[in-house]
């Protein structure tokens, strides 16, 4: 009985990404390529985080001040439109580099997010039943140069 009542909360509580329909593959291609954020460390030194987004895989890189390589993963996600609202659900995380190298987590992380220009606004912790910390990432598309430089 207890599994019973645990699963229909589960249900309830992330109904809204449930009852979300899959995107299109157009919502993937949009996203596809490099993105960027500045941020900071736990004790307040510079960190420039990249992200990796292709073929519904996403790969994330934390760099110190001098470039070398703090923490990276990789998961896959899949992508979902509500009512009124676009949805960004990670899930398969393996720390590829770091402290935590190796760790796996199976858990499912919806978010909310919002493409406007160069710009990808993702909102963590705010599907109901999420228990993920509020958080808002914004991310910076990576321009490709237009050519290359001559040697």
């Known amino acids: 009985m207890k599994h019973l009542v ?13 009852s979300a329909e899959p995107a299109p593959e157009e919502d993937y291609q949009v996203l596809q390529g490099k ?16 992200q990796e987004i292709a073929q519904k895989t996403m790969k994330v890189k934390l760099y110190n001040r001098n470039g070398k390589v703090l923490h990276s993963q990789q998961s896959k996600f899949r992508l979902q439109r509500g009512d009124d609202l676009k949805y960004y659900v990670y899930y398969d995380v393996e720390v590829l580099e770091g402290v935590k190298k190796g760790a796996k987590s199976k858990r499912t992380q919806p978010c ?36 290359l430089p001559e040697i």
């Open 6 to 18: 645990f699963i229909l909360v589960v249900l309830v509580t992330v109904s809204p990404v449930l």
């Open 35 to 50: 993105w960027f954020r500045n941020s900071k460390d736990g004790k307040g030194a510079p960190i420039r985080i990249e």
């Open 112 to 147: 909310v997010y919002r493409l406007r220009g160069d710009q990808l606004i993702v909102v963590e912790g705010m599907v109901e039943g999420d228990k993920f910390p509020s958080l808002m990432i914004v991310w910076w598309k990576m321009k490709e140069p237009d050519s």
